[in-house]
């Protein structure tokens, strides 16, 4: 049985825990191999976040780790005024240096949960929220920061999103689970394995695709698709209509 939401990491713990991996996720091949097909979602998020900004547009990278996501995206489209958000104050330092070096345009962080955000109306181009949704807790939560996802797009603006997802159905729940357990025991063996679950199941309460996308359309949004899936890991966009 999953770990009751009352039992799950602190925002505190959470933030300890990736303080002192910055080093791992500064470098794909690392930071996120423990997310199946975690360079695919990349690729295809970022490909795709360049075909809704141009130059001098505003980016959000929520929970930017250390600035994979908008470093990719800076790569096709640049310049642009980016605002990088993560609980871990040496990870926006190292994703700042990581921007600031690759793009001419303003780069302002902010050291937050992003449940504690506060952004005026049509402020940004495109939202990035790279493995952090399945931090929120109660439904109460995914509502609110859906509705200040469409708040705070600008008309035409895209919400881009690559997560740890559940399943609804237990038995299909149960079969993807053993499928991400053989990935990481291919990956890294038992232990490994263990260790990631583990965190998973102390750290993470994520949500279906299907309950996020009736999110998106509770909060106003009515484009949305799956850019990429395999197993428990999704990659979808929202765009908010002009």
């Known amino acids: 049985m999953p770990r009751p939401l009352r039992e799950k990491s602190t925002v505190d713990q959470i933030r300890q825990r990736f303080d002192a991996d910055v080093e791992r996720f500064s470098k794909l091949e690392t930071g996120q191999m423990a997310a199946m097909d975690a360079a695919v979602i990349l690729e295809i998020v970022t490909r795709s976040a360049a075909r809704h900004v141009r130059p001098g547009g505003r980016l959000l990278d929520l929970g930017c780790g250390a600035g994979n996501f908008s470093l990719r995206v800076l790569g096709q489209v640049s310049p642009l005024d980016c605002v990088l958000v993560d609980l871990s104050q040496p990870m926006l330092e190292r994703a700042r240096q990581r921007v600031k070096a690759a793009n001419s345009g303003r780069v302002d962080t902010i050291q937050s949960d992003l449940r504690q955000l506060s952004f005026g109306p049509a402020t940004f181009d495109i939202i990035l929220a790279g493995q952090v949704l399945h931090h929120l807790r109660e439904d109460s939560e995914w509502e609110s920061m859906f509705a200040r996802f469409h708040e705070w797009l600008r008309p035409g603006g895209a919400l881009f999103v690559a997560d740890l997802v559940a399943h609804d159905d237990p038995a299909i729940q149960e079969l993807m689970l053993g499928r991400y357990a053989e990935y990481l025991q291919g990956l890294g063996g038992a232990e490994y394995r263990d260790k990631v679950l583990a965190y998973c199941d102390e750290e993470d309460s994520?949500?279906?695709?299907?309950?996020?996308?009736?999110?998106?359309?509770?909060?106003?949004?009515?484009?949305?698709d799956v850019l990429h899936k395999n197993a428990l890991f999704a990659a979808y966009y929202a765009q908010r209509q002009g």
């Open 206 to 224: 994520p949500r279906s695709v299907r309950y996020q996308f009736d999110m998106l359309g509770k909060a106003g949004f009515r484009e949305f």
